[in-house]
Every structure is written in structure tokens, then in C-alpha cells.
């Protein structure tokens, strides 16, 4: 258990946490809740997997699932190391089987955000939630 609170003693991991928290928290709920102009759990495992895994409706229920719960992980700060995990895995798919074709620039649903949130998930990974986070508090 102590591995999977484990954190570094700092403040910079907060607003990481913050910001990669509500994203993945909201594009999750999105997919299962189809709240926020979502389609909904159904219609969206409905959908064609990523680079044609099978079978569909099991990856992208893990994807919808890793967003909505790794989101709320990573707010609360609990797990953190672990929850960045499962979205950086979540976001490097989407970069190489949705966007990295389109190129850089998110104008042209390239890559460019997408890479963004999968630096700050691979900071919690390496780092973990910081001092304001469920994890320093079980840690102690």
C-alpha cells in the first residue's frame, strides 16, 4: 500500500493534479454519463476501437473508465501514481492512433494537447499527488 501513495514533498504537483483531474474527469463523464455533450456509455462503445482492438466495446469502456475514474483519482490526489498511469496509457494511444497522422498543431486535430496532458500524467507518475493530496495524508 505504501507504493501506491507514495509521493514527493511538493506543492508543484497541485496544480498538475488540478488541471489533468478535471479534463480526464469530465471527458469520462462524457462517454459514460453523456452529460457535457457527450454521447453516452452506449453510443460510445458502439464505436470503433483504436488501433483495431478487440473487441471494441471492452477498450473503449476501459478508455471511458480510466478517464472518469483516473480523473477523480487524480483530483483527490489518492492513488495518484497509479490513476496517471492508466491516463498516460489512455493519452499515448490516442496520440498514436488518433492524432499523431494529423500532425503537431491542434488546429489540425494534431497531437499537440494531447501531449500535453500525457506530460502532466507522467509528472504524477514520477512525482505522485504532492503534499495536497489523500496520498501524503494516508502516507503519514
Given amino acids: 500500500m505504501s507504493l501506491m501513495t507514495a509521493t514527493t514533498a511538493t506543492w508543484a504537483t497541485f496544480p498538475i493534479r488540478l488541471a489533468l483531474g478535471s479534463i480526464m474527469f469530465a471527458h469520462g463523464a462524457q462517454k459514460i454519463f453523456g452529460i457535457w455533450g457527450g454521447r453516452g456509455l452506449d453510443a460510445w462503445m458502439d464505436g470503433r476501437a483504436p488501433l483495431d482492438l478487440h473487441p471494441s466495446w471492452f477498450w473503449l469502456g476501459a478508455m471511458a473508465f480510466s478517464e472518469f475514474i483516473g480523473g477523480a483519482l487524480v483530483l483527490l490526489g489518492l492513488f495518484t501514481r497509479a490513476a496517471a498511469f492508466f491516463i498516460a496509457c489512455r493519452v499515448a494511444i490516442a496520440i498514436f492512433a ?31 499527488g504532492g503534499n495536497v493530496s489523500v496520498d501524503s495524508r494516508m502516507a503519514k
Avoid at 101 to 124: D, H, I, V
Wanted: aromatic share 16%.
Fill in 98 to 128: 488518433v492524432h499523431w497522422r494529423n500532425g503537431f498543431f491542434l488546429s489540425e486535430n494534431g497531437y499537440e494537447y494531447a501531449l500535453a496532458l500525457l506530460c502532466m500524467a507522467l509528472t504524477l507518475v514520477i512525482m505522485g
